[in-house]
């Protein structure tokens, strides 16, 4: 937006201002060119969800012409919508990038880890994440974590030391004054970095609406078959099976985040086109994780425990 400056005694001139989306916008590109420009070998956590898709079409913004400088990095549970997986490889192909792949079911399969007893897997990434990273050498590691998410991610940092053994210690941060990140980290540590820290659930959707930024199909509204459990609404896929007592029911959804088919939930609604979930976002009072991840409701400090282990 321009405004006339009207101080007594100066010329007219334009002031220029940034709106909401577009502060957000230049305060993201600033930080992956931050990134880029401090380390030597920088990684984008890419799964094809809503956050990574928004995070990749700022490093392409920050980079154009030129191509996206790094690679991006899926942790693949095995469990994952075979729609967002498609997504995935689709964009990866159409932006010519290199794609590392992390995959739970290497690590189940050779022993490495064990199936949960619930049959979930979001909380198995965290080992094949911290080997990716060190097999890689991989220094820096784009995460689309928001503050708006989860009580745990509010309290992180844009920049986020991990130490030798991938892990985050909430009690020793580095300040972040007038937006200077300290990227310094000695071998075997590393960095997460969080373009989309300050962003809301409501920004991101409004930036996906304005910015005209494809997404799968899931996040809009369809018909399903699904059971409900433990308060979610669970489809039924080959890895989530309804118990005794559990009926199916074929609804009109949608999903607000996309992660382990078995571990997250979608939600009832209407919302077919992109304003239609602008609308019915602007209106919940309840973060996507809390509404629809199981992983996050094992305890007050689940999503904490996991962070300090070196999950995203």
């Known amino acids: 937006m321009t405004v006339v400056d009207d101080t007594p005694g100066t010329a007219e001139r334009p002031t220029y201002r940034l709106d909401q989306l577009a502060w957000l916008e230049s305060e993201a590109i600033h930080i992956i060119r931050e990134v880029a420009a401090e380390f030597e070998r920088p990684v984008l956590l890419f799964s094809g969800g809503k956050d990574s898709v928004v995070m990749l079409h700022l490093a392409t913004k920050a980079f154009w012409p030129a191509p996206v400088p790094f690679p991006v990095m899926h942790v693949d549970t095995g469990h994952n919508f075979p729609e967002v997986l498609a997504f995935r490889d689709a964009t990866v192909e159409r932006l010519g990038l290199r794609l590392v792949v992390a995959s739970v079911q290497d690590y189940l399969d050779d022993g490495r880890l064990r199936e949960r007893s619930d049959g979930t897997r979001n909380q198995l990434q965290t080992q094949p994440l911290l080997d990716g990273i060190t097999d890689h050498k991989f220094d820096a590691v784009f995460g689309g974590g928001r503050r708006d998410e989860e009580k745990a991610r509010a309290k992180e940092r844009v920049f986020s030391l991990r130490d030798e053994f991938g892990q985050w210690d909430p009690r020793n941060q580095r300040p972040e004054l007038w937006n200077l990140y300290n990227g310094r980290h000695r071998p075997g540590e590393h960095v997460r970095v969080f373009p989309l820290s300050n962003w809301t659930e409501l920004d991101v959707w409004q930036y996906i609406a304005a910015e005209g930024i494809e997404l799968p ?48 939930g979608a939600v009832e609604s209407d919302a077919a086109t992109v304003e239609d979930v602008v609308v019915e976002v602007a209106a919940t009072r309840l973060t996507e994780r809390g509404a629809t991840r199981a992983d996050d409701r094992a305890s007050e400090a689940a999503m904490e425990d996991r962070k300090k282990e070196g999950y995203f």
């Open 217 to 264: 199909e899931l996040y809009y509204a369809h018909e399903r078959d699904v059971f409900e459990r433990d308060g979610m609404l669970v489809a039924v896929t080959e890895v989530s099976q309804p118990r005794p007592g559990e009926s199916v029911e074929r609804r009109l959804v949608r999903y607000r985040t996309v992660g382990d088919m078995s571990g997250t």
